[in-house]
């Protein structure tokens, strides 16, 4: 693969992401409309003129948001095709798949009306925007299952084999784990196949995102008094250091404050930092908030990786996600009329 070009366009795309100094303007606007105008001066203006032909207000700016962001996804893998290259950029953008999915699952599990499960769903990833409408018109989850089959989406293997298991439990968590768990497997076997320099930058992002996944796991089966023996089977392989065996002793412990303290002199020591009440009272969002801030945070930092590598890429999709993310939050929170330090807070820092 050739970089030297591909990644000179997307430092440019780069370059236009959002500053610290605009997000801060957009928090401070008093209303919708304000943040609208705003935006208008920015590369998101082509976007929100076209979702205000359909839509005003708050659904504008998502829509339009929402559109850009599955615009520069889709630019990037345009630059980069065929090869390995291609493939490596597709198991980035699959996670988003399977995050759609979950997400119209679990609107399906409790009977959510149907175009407030589409406005949560970003087609970047196999599923474009006209394939997760049709899966949203669904009229639940069994019926879900049986269109991605009859696609022949593989993601319906794991979920058919578990769907039986789901209904006896009415467990989610039964069909997440399973999606999650075939994604990472199908996702380690392909970057050990390709062998190249890309690949091992690739692989140390999705060993990073397994460990995040399983040591939430560990802290809410903790919190929930869950026996060791049922929260192992939630467990993901594929990490060498946060392997089954190292999450079984954080569990035995007992304590969320006992599972942390296995934390230390690990990349993932930052979270025994986290004031002590919130152990106290066994707040695991805090816990979950920080985590996700650092998988971020390390994905962007590749801007600063191999110039002529896989890592920009990787980079500016994160950065693109962590943009649309922050977007959303300010105009949700300002429509909502959110305290502002709860704003703050909600925000994706990097």
């Keep these: 693969m050739e970089y030297a070009y591909v990644n000179a366009r997307i430092k440019a795309m780069k370059s236009r992401l959002l500053d610290r100094t605009l997000l801060e303007q957009l928090i401070n606007k008093p209303d919708i409309d304000s943040i609208i105008t705003e935006l208008e001066k920015t590369t998101y203006r082509e976007e929100l003129d076209r979702a205000g032909v359909l839509f005003s207000g708050i659904n504008r700016i998502e829509v339009a948001i929402r559109n850009d962001l599955v615009k520069k996804f889709r630019t990037i893998l345009n630059l980069i095709k065929g090869g390995e290259s291609e493939q490596l950029i597709s198991i980035i953008l699959q996670r988003w798949d399977i995050q759609n999915i979950k997400t119209i699952l679990r609107g399906k599990n409790i009977q959510e009306n149907p175009s407030e499960i589409l406005e949560c769903l970003i087609p970047a990833g196999e599923l474009d925007e006209a394939a997760l409408t049709e899966l949203v018109k669904q009229p639940d989850i069994k019926a879900v299952i049986d269109l991605l089959a009859t696609w022949g989406i593989v993601y319906a293997r794991p979920l058919a084999l578990n769907f039986k298991e789901f209904t006896d439990t009415g467990d989610m968590v039964v069909l997440e784990y399973a999606l999650d768990t075939f994604y990472y497997e199908d996702a380690i076997s392909g970057v050990k196949a390709a062998e190249s320099e890309d690949a091992r930058i690739l692989m140390k992002m999705i060993i990073t995102e397994i460990d995040i996944n399983n040591i ?20 993901i392989n594929g990490s060498p250091d946060f392997h089954a065996g190292k999450l079984i002793s954080m569990m035995k412990t007992g304590t969320i404050e006992g599972a942390l303290k296995q934390l230390e002199k690990s990349p993932y020591e930052f979270i025994t930092k986290i004031p002590k009440e919130y152990i106290a009272a066994e707040k695991i969002s805090a816990f979950e908030k920080e985590l996700e801030q650092y998988l971020i945070k390390k994905a962007i930092s590749q801007f600063m990786g191999d110039p002529l590598s896989i890592a920009i890429p990787i980079a500016y999709i994160w950065a693109k996600y962590s943009e649309v993310t922050n977007i959303r939050v300010i105009a949700r929170s300002i429509f909502m009329e959110v305290p502002e330090k709860e704003l703050r807070e909600a925000l994706i820092s990097v």
Excluded: G, H, P
């Design 216 to 235: 939430k796991t560990v802290l809410r089966a903790i919190r929930d008094r869950i026996d060791v023996e049922e929260a192992k089977r939630y467990f």
